[in-house]
């Protein structure tokens, strides 16, 4: 059974605390994104990678970092350095035009 | 400035009746479009989706328009379920010098589809 999943569905964390939020794909796909959502505003994307081992900036990659060691997997750490970090995070993956998405992480920051 | 606009933040419909989402782009170098559907606390679904060198694709109830002289495109449901009632995203991607951009997407359009 083919798809994307995202652990966990909600996170707490205290201020001032790095957090990593898991993505991991059975689809096969190269490429791998991680989206930002906010109420009212459309998915803004933080980093994506084409390929293993290679990854770039999106347009609100400030206080974020990622790693793409496995084809398989895209985690995301947000740092203490992110000013706003509570939101719902999207993880993607795609083989082509179509870009397919994760339940998604709620992050709660305290 | 915003490339993807859509520029309904809300929609309803009568179930049974058609719906229509619109959106509008201003990058001309936008070459494939796509829909999503988002349910709250969930991520999008892709819908249905079009290439530039086409007018019109159809998948069961969902219809996807495309003018690219305007810079317009729409999402026709018909007939609109209540299991409908959702966000719907429009998303672009431009193409530049033999290698695909990035997603772009729009702000979202809340439908609700009313028995």
């Known amino acids: 059974d083919g798809g994307i999943t995202q652990s966990p569905k909600y996170l707490f964390r205290k201020e001032g605390q790095n957090v990593t939020l898991s993505c991991e794909q059975n689809l096969n796909h190269d490429a791998m994104y991680w989206y930002r959502q906010d109420p009212g505003q459309g998915l803004r994307l933080i980093y994506y990678?084409?390929?293993?081992?290679?990854?770039q900036k999106g347009d609100i990659a400030e206080g974020y970092s990622v790693s793409r060691e496995k084809k398989e997997s895209f985690p995301l750490t947000v740092t203490s350095a992110q000013k706003n970090p509570t939101a719902f995070y999207l993880c993607?993956?795609?083989?082509?035009?179509?870009?397919?998405f994760g339940p998604g992480t709620r992050l709660t920051v305290l | 400035d915003q490339q993807v606009k859509q520029n309904s933040p809300s929609l309803s419909v009568q179930e049974g009746r058609i719906s229509i989402l619109n959106c509008d782009y201003t990058n001309s170098m936008f070459d494939y479009f796509l829909w999503y559907k988002k349910y709250p606390a969930e991520g999008p679904t892709f819908l249905i989706s079009i290439s530039s060198i086409k007018d019109k694709n159809e998948d069961g109830r969902f219809t996807v328009f495309l003018n690219k002289s305007a810079k317009h495109l729409s999402l026709h449901i018909v007939p609109s379920q209540p299991g409908d009632s959702a966000v719907y995203f429009c998303?672009?991607?431009?193409?530049?010098?033999?290698?695909?951009?990035?997603?772009?997407f729009g702000k979202g359009t809340k439908l609700s589809v009313k028995p």
């Open positions: 990678s084409q390929i293993v081992n290679d990854f």
């Open positions: 993607a993956s795609s083989a082509g035009h179509t870009q397919y």
């Open positions: 998303a672009a991607r431009a193409f530049y010098g033999g290698s695909q951009g990035n997603l772009i």
